[in-house]
């Protein structure tokens, strides 16, 4: 019975309390980045840490963007979670039903569709991004683009993550890195110099909205 009330329940309720925290934060959007994609329809697919998704659904849900979800009890929340705005997933994660996941978010950028991924999810290590999305930038041909929100104040929990929640009346920005595109015929440390530019650019993304944030 407590799992179902918290399968259930869990993700209604998280998607209102989001909602009306949303409502009380200053939310500053830069958006240049990806203004060019938009208005050229260019499949794309969007990274952001862990932490820092929280609002990521809210913001751009309207977009139906597809999610890259976990198999577990947790990912089963999160796709509940983000139903709630519009959202679907496609389910899988480097330990659990990664080849197949792979294999649907490419055959979804080859229809048009964006697609979002967390690099160092679902379970870490903490801001450290793993090799699946660029395999998957370099299969479809679909460029990267980094995307994180800071917050003025904020509270952080004591989960692997360290996830972020603004806290109400903060001042958030929503700010786009510049698209990444990764070259289909790479070999081993291509792929690799291609992973630490994907982490290395989020790194200096978060830096600069948690700066902007708090300035």
Known sequence: MKRWLTRSLGPVLGAWAVRLLALTLRIHREEGTV????????PTIYAAWHSRILLLPYLYGWRRTRVLASRSEDGELVVRFIARFGMRAVR?????????????????????????????????????????????????????????????????????????????????????????????????????AARKEVEAALHALTSQVDAEARG
Do not use: N, Y
């Open 35 to 42: 203004q060019p994609l938009w208005r050229m329809q260019t």
């Open 92 to 192: 899988g994660s480097s330990s659990r039903g990664g080849a197949g996941a792979l294999r649907a978010l490419r055959r979804l950028l080859s229809t048009g569709a964006d697609v979002f991924v967390v690099p160092d999810g679902p379970t870490g290590p903490r801001e450290i991004a793993k090799p699946g999305i660029v395999m998957l930038a370099r299969l479809s041909g679909a460029p990267i683009v980094p995307m994180a929100l800071g917050a003025s104040r904020e509270w952080r929990l004591a989960s692997w993550d360290e996830f972020r929640i603004p806290k109400p009346f903060a001042r958030c920005v929503m700010r786009f890195g510049e698209p990444i595109h990764i070259a289909r015929h790479i070999g081993r440390d291509g792929e690799e």
